[in-house]
């Protein structure tokens, strides 16, 4: 057992939310019960995965998409007043991190994605340096497009939308997770032959049949699934708490 602030210090320590500018607050986003026991982490705090955590006997729930972001609508009505409601009838702390989470160069999501698909970040690029840049950790190339785009395809386990530039072997990789499509053009500044995220808009395809740079979009949940569980479970470790990681099922 630990308790909230001491939590809430070990997340911090490690994420460093201070180093961001970003969307919405990062830490402690709603107060639950002073003392923790368990944690479950999970990508969106939805009602579904709040629910989850309250069958699951949490004292706190550790996400990348928390409930609060800037510009929002301040109102607690409607889907805001249903997971509010149950996080406090419950007394379930919530706690939320995202540009931290996604940039922590072990635990992050990004992180995490490219141990999942093999790929070794030797190089940042983008806005605060949210994007990682490499190869193949075995140092193979990818035989082109097609060929990484089947390999994200079955490492994620979910369909990829390849929008194919220049053929011919792969060998520097960027990627970066969830909505950056708009961090495309950086990527192709910075020397990628593909670039791997998770959502693409309609000027993405353009680019990268104008630059000869291939855009794999393999979703925002799905590439996003990884960071979380990593970072909980290593504070969870460190402060002897249970943990347990919830994915639910997202098709974006």
């Known amino acids: 057992m630990t308790t909230r602030q001491q939590l809430a210090d070990a997340f911090d320590a490690l994420l460093e939310p201070a180093r961001f500018r970003d969307y919405g607050p990062n830490g402690l986003q709603v107060e639950g019960r002073a003392q923790v026991r368990r944690i479950v ?3 969106t705090a939805s009602r579904a995965l709040i629910e ?13 998409h928390g409930l609060f972001w800037r510009g929002q609508d301040g109102r607690v009505t409607g889907w805001m007043k249903q997971r509010l409601a149950l996080l406090l009838q419950h007394d379930l702390n919530l706690f939320a991190y995202h540009l931290p989470l996604d940039a922590h160069p072990e635990l992050g999501n990004n992180a995490q994605l490219g141990r999942v ?9 983008g806005d605060q340096e ?22 994200v395809q079955q490492a994620l386990g979910r369909a990829v939308t390849l929008v194919e530039g220049e053929g011919g072997p792969l060998a520097r990789i960027a990627w970066c997770t969830g909505g950056a499509q708009g961090w495309f053009e950086a990527a192709i500044a910075a020397g990628a032959q593909a670039f791997i995220t998770g959502e693409i808009s309609e000027p993405q395809a353009h680019y990268a049949r104008e630059c000869g740079v291939s855009f794999l979009a393999c979703g925002h949940h799905a590439s996003e699934r990884y960071g979380a569980p990593a970072v909980a479970s290593h504070v969870a470790a460190q402060l002897g708490l249970e943990h347990h990681f919830i994915d639910i099922d997202n098709p974006a």
């Open 41 to 43: 982490s999970g990508v």
């Open 52 to 64: 989850a955590a309250i069958a699951a006997r949490a004292d706190a729930l550790f996400v990348h």
């Open 130 to 151: 949210l994007g990682f840049l490499g190869g193949r950790s075995s140092g193979a190339p990818f035989a082109g497009p097609r060929a990484l785009a089947d390999h």
């Open 117 to 125: 698909l093999g790929l070794q970040a030797d190089a940042r690029f």
